[in-house]
């Protein structure tokens, strides 16, 4: 008799967590952010200094705080199929149109943030701010990259190193013609073009010949 309650009590007890659970899967307190901090230090070369230059980058992320914030599109039409079968006449028809128009919004085209447009024209501006032909030098350091025979084993910012400098490792966008010509030049013609139009070698900024 007691094992008989014991296991149904455990039952119960689970079926309550489970339920418990099903209702607050996905659900954070309200106002809290998620946040995502990349931090690149470079070393300065100063004899007895230890100098630092960081470039940080930091995005922030509002998190569900309601099922609606990640199920809109199937509660929109659960609502709108709801309406229809509760017939309450032309007061539906404004709520059906704000739906509609909620729908269609979310049926634009979504773009993604990080290209590598944005990232190459990110990296013109910090070498224009620093008296350095931004275009022109990094022109010239995808040419070198693609012609010179880096180490696969440099780590981390390497990998990231080598994704930034190769057009070719990233799907194709458009107004990108001359760094993908840059990175074909440097594998057959070489980059003279460029180093005459750029006197400042970037590749040695971030690597060493062994």
């Not at 100063?46 to 609606?68: G, H, I, K, M, W």
């Not at 929109?76 to 404004?94: A, C, H, Q, S």
Request: net charge neutral; glycine share 4%.
């Amino acid at each position: 008799m007691n094992r008989t309650i014991f296991i149904f009590s455990c039952s119960v007890f689970l079926i309550l967590c489970f339920y418990v659970t099903k209702l607050t899967s996905f659900r954070f307190p309200t106002s809290t952010v998620c946040g995502i901090l990349l931090a690149i230090a470079v070393p300065l070369d100063l004899p007895r200094y230890n100098v630092f230059v960081s470039y940080n980058f930091e995005a922030n992320y509002n998190v569900p705080t309601t099922a609606a914030d990640i199920t809109k599109g199937p509660l929109l039409l659960r609502t709108k199929r709801l309406l229809n079968d509760t017939g309450e006449g032309n007061f539906t028809n404004e709520i059906e149109n704000l739906i509609d128009e909620k729908l269609n919004t979310n049926e634009i085209k979504k773009t993604s943030f990080i290209t590598r447009q944005r990232i190459y024209e990110w990296i013109e501006s910090k070498l224009n701010v620093n008296a350095i032909n931004g275009k022109e030098c990094l022109l010239r350091a995808i040419c070198e990259y693609s012609n010179s025979s880096f180490s696969k084993h440099n780590g981390f910012l390497g990998d990231l190193f080598h994704i930034v400098l190769s057009p070719h490792t990233s799907k194709k966008e458009p107004n990108l013609d001359k760094y993908y010509e840059a990175e074909t030049r440097g594998i057959t013609v070489g980059c003279i073009q460029y180093v005459s139009k750029c006197d400042t070698d970037i590749l040695n900024f971030m690597s060493m010949s062994f």
